[in-house]
């Protein structure tokens, strides 16, 4: 298994935190690279955008898994995806040595999928939160969200009204899950389509800049 190709925005001076970006459907490592200052315009963060690992015929860029249909990703890409990035990020935290609970998991589409996988992995560390841009909390056969316990994680999911590639439904049916759960969870709706809408990146920097300080979510 070769390791995740990656890009890395450092910080200005020390590391406050980290956020790892991971990009959606067909794209790269190179999409959401740009997203670092937008989110982090005061350089606090070490952020880092990971490449998926998968390569799909007659399809551009690189995937996390298979889609034969939305919301239930293919389990054996998705498994294969969630073994390497769960690697690349034990990886990142020893290199660093920013720990998990200094660590918000983010990505858009298929990327927040996979930050929701990790994030919400009863196997895995507990992030200090997950950053949601147009994704769903993915139903996979031999997997289940650990909600019971992750109720220090908090959560910011973001979603277009217009999203003609992933219904806002799942946006909605991701705030009650993890709601339902004890997550704290900072909504957000606009009339944008299958994009990150400009209006959500304010209200992002400032929840990240409160998660990453460990303010409390009340």
Do not use: N
């Amino acid at each position: 298994m070769s390791p995740l190709e990656y890009l890395e925005r450092p910080p200005a001076e020390s590391a406050e935190g980290m956020l790892v970006l991971h990009h959606g459907r067909g794209s790269d490592e190179q999409d959401l690279i740009g997203l670092a200052d937008a989110l982090d315009p005061a350089q606090r963060l070490h952020v880092v955008t990971p490449r998926a690992p998968l390569t799909l015929p007659g399809s551009p860029g690189y995937h996390w898994y298979a889609v034969p249909r939305v919301g239930y990703p293919d389990p054996d890409t998705f498994r294969a995806a969630h073994r390497e990035l769960a690697s690349f990020h034990d990886g990142l935290w020893e290199r660093s040595g920013i720990a998990p609970e200094r660590t918000v998991l983010g990505g858009f589409s298929m990327g927040s999928v996979m930050s929701y996988a990790l994030g919400l992995d009863p196997d895995r560390p507990a992030p200090a939160g997950v950053l949601a841009f147009s994704g769903f909390v993915p139903t996979v056969e031999g997997w289940q969200p650990d909600l019971a316990g992750r109720k220090g994680l908090r959560a910011f999911v973001a979603h277009g009204r217009r999203d003609p590639i992933i219904a806002v439904d799942f946006a909605r049916q991701a705030k009650g899950l993890l709601e339902a759960g004890g997550i704290a969870v900072d909504y957000h709706e606009s009339d944008a389509a299958h994009h990150i809408d400009p209006e959500h990146v304010p209200p992002a920097v400032e929840w990240l800049r409160e998660v990453l300080a460990g303010s409390d979510p009340s």
